[in-house]
């Protein structure tokens, strides 16, 4: 089994930077496809990215240059960090990890941590 804890959201203006935390226990995460999702009040949950076993980091095309996904192996424990952030990326994130090899099959979610963009 294993356990997604998220932290790091909060309130934040327009133009500024956070980086959101998935410390993930019960399993490495080198053995772990590890992804960030989204849901924005009213919409559909949308995948942002998404770091593989290697740890080669894809991203939804819209998003790319603003969105890093990385980990620290040591710290077992995966960030995303957005950066010139607008109000339109408030929503709930949250840390995903998918244990299977192939098209990712995402087993475990964490609990989510609110992001909200003052104008």
């Known amino acids: 089994q294993v356990q997604l804890v998220e932290s790091g959201g909060g309130l934040v203006q327009a133009g500024g930077s956070l980086r959101l935390s998935c410390a993930a226990s019960g399993r490495v995460i080198t053995s772990l496809t590890m992804g960030w999702f989204r849901q924005a009040p009213g919409k559909q949950r949308e995948l942002l990215a998404r770091?593989?076993?290697?740890?080669?980091?894809m991203y939804v095309d819209s998003l790319k240059g603003r969105f890093t996904m990385y980990r620290d192996v040591a710290k077992n424990t995966a960030y995303l960090e957005v950066n010139t952030l607008k109000p339109e990326d408030t929503a709930v994130y949250y840390c995903v990890a998918a244990p299977n090899l192939g098209a990712p099959r995402w087993d475990y979610w964490g609990q989510g941590t609110q992001v909200t963009v003052s104008p």
């Open positions: 770091l593989t076993r290697a740890g080669s980091a």
